[in-house]
């Protein structure tokens, strides 16, 4: 069974910086990609970062220059390095592992994390 498990939120100050980190675990074989996702009250989830196996990334105009995705493929492990936070970057984070091939399925799957609160504010 794959988990994934997401840690490092919490509060910072506009203008201060978070890292996140998720740690897929389980029998896995190969993750295509991971990514991190948000969701602010009263809004859609939305894209916030993504890295394939092969270290291309794509980001979110609103976190561009600001936000870096990185990953460990030894580890099963995707970090969000967030700089220049703010305000508007509140939201709980969600882990997500896309095209995931594990011992328990003969299918590529996609799993998400429990989320982790990220907080912005003076």
């Known amino acids: 069974q794959v988990q994934l498990v997401e840690s490092g939120g919490g509060l910072v100050q506009p203008g201060g910086s978070l890292r996140l980190s998720c740690a897929a675990s389980?029998?896995?074989?190969?993750?295509?990609?991971m990514g991190w996702y948000r969701q602010a009250p009263g809004k859609q989830r939305e894209l916030v970062a993504v890295?394939?196996?092969?270290?291309?990334?794509n980001y979110a105009d609103s976190v561009k220059g600001r936000f870096t995705i990185s990953r460990d493929n030894a580890k099963n492990t995707v970090y969000l390095q967030m700089n220049s936070l703010k305000p508007e970057d509140t939201a709980v984070y969600y882990c997500?592992?896309?095209?995931?091939?594990?011992?328990?399925?003969?299918?590529?799957?996609?799993?998400w994390g429990q989320g982790t609160q990220v907080t912005v504010s003076s």
């Open positions: 890295i394939t196996g092969g270290g291309r990334t």
């Open positions: 389980g029998s896995i074989f190969s993750i295509n990609a």
């Open positions: 997500n592992a896309d095209g995931l091939l594990g011992a328990g399925s003969p299918f590529l799957t996609e799993h």
